[in-house]
T-cell receptor, first 113, second 111 residues
Framework: EAGVTQSPTHLIKTRGQQATLRCSPI?????VYWYQQALGLGLQFLLW???????NRGNFPPRFSGRQFPNYSSELNVNALELEDSALYLC????????????FGPGTRLTVT | AQSVSQHNHHVILSEAASLELGCNYS??????LFWYVQYPGQHLQLLLK??????LVKGIKGFEAEFIKSKFSFNLRKPSVQWSDTAEYFC?????????FGKGNQVVVIP
C-alpha cells in the first residue's frame, strides 16, 4: 500500500512570492491534515480537509490556505512568503472515522530567502 | 485549546541505559494521547496511543507509556535503549479533531 506522498521535496522561494505544496493521501483516506514543523517549535497544526471541505484551522494567518480535490489530494498555498515561513510542511491523512490515526508523508522543505 | 509540554529536549545516553521522556498536556475534555517517533531520514510514525482502559500502554520496539490522569502526564519509557532508538520523539494530544504536538525530544543513543 502506497503511503502519503508529498511534492516537491524541496522548494526555494523568495520573500513575497507564493508557494504551492501538494499532498496525495493513502488510498481510501478522505481526510488530509497539514502541519508546519519549524525549527524548535515542534509540529503546528495548520489545516484539516475532509470531503473537499475545510473542517478545522490552526492559528495561522489567512495567507495560509488550501483546498482538497475530488480525488482527496490536497494543496497548501502560502501567499506573500515571509522568512519565518521556512519550515518542513507535513501532510497526514486518515480515514474519516479515525481522525486520531494519522499517517504522515515525508514533508516538503520550504526555504524562503 | 489543547497543548503539550515536553521537557529535556536533547537527551544523550549510552546503549542499555533506560529512557524516560516526560509529557504533560492540558485539555479539558476526553483525551487521546500519542507518542510519535521520527527516525533520521524517515517519516513521522506512530509509536503508541492511549484512548481508554489500562493506563499502561505498550507500543512498538519495547516502548511503553503511562497515562496518569491526576498529573496530566503521559510519559514514555524504554528500559534498555539501542543505538537504533536514536530519533526525535513527539508527544501529542487529540482534541477538537486536531492533534497538538509537543516540541519534541531529540534522543541520541551512543553505541
Amino acid at each position: 500500500e502506497a503511503g502519503v506522498t508529498q511534492s516537491p521535496t524541496h522548494l526555494i522561494k523568495t520573500r513575497g512570492q507564493q508557494a504551492t505544496l501538494r499532498c496525495s493521501p493513502i488510498s481510501g483516506h478522505t481526510s488530509v491534515y497539514w502541519y508546519q514543523q519549524a525549527l524548535g517549535l515542534g509540529l503546528q497544526f495548520l489545516l484539516w480537509y475532509d470531503e473537499g471541505e475545510e473542517r478545522n484551522r490552526g492559528n495561522f494567518p489567512p495567507r495560509f490556505s488550501g483546498r482538497q480535490f475530488p480525488n482527496y489530494s490536497s494543496e497548501l498555498n502560502v501567499n506573500a512568503l515571509e522568512l519565518e515561513d521556512s519550515a518542513l510542511y507535513l501532510c497526514a491523512s486518515s480515514v474519516p472515522v479515525r481522525t486520531y490515526e494519522q499517517y504522515f508523508g515525508p514533508g516538503t522543505r520550504l526555504t524562503v530567502t | 485549546a489543547q497543548s503539550v509540554s515536553q521537557h529535556n529536549h536533547h537527551v544523550i545516553l549510552s546503549e542499555a541505559a533506560s529512557l524516560e521522556l516526560g509529557c504533560n498536556y492540558s485539555y479539558g475534555g476526553t483525551v487521546n494521547l500519542f507518542w510519535y517517533v521520527q527516525y533520521p531520514g524517515q517519516h513521522l510514525q506512530l509509536l503508541l496511543k492511549y484512548f481508554s482502559g489500562d493506563p499502561l500502554v505498550k507500543g512498538i520496539k519495547g516502548f511503553e507509556a503511562e497515562f496518569i490522569k491526576s498529573k496530566f502526564s503521559f510519559n514514555l519509557r524504554k528500559p534498555s535503549v539501542q543505538w537504533s532508538d536514536t530519533a526525535e520523539y513527539f508527544c501529542a494530544v487529540r482534541g477538537n479533531n486536531r492533534l497538538a504536538f509537543g516540541k519534541g525530544n531529540q534522543v541520541v543513543v551512543i553505541p
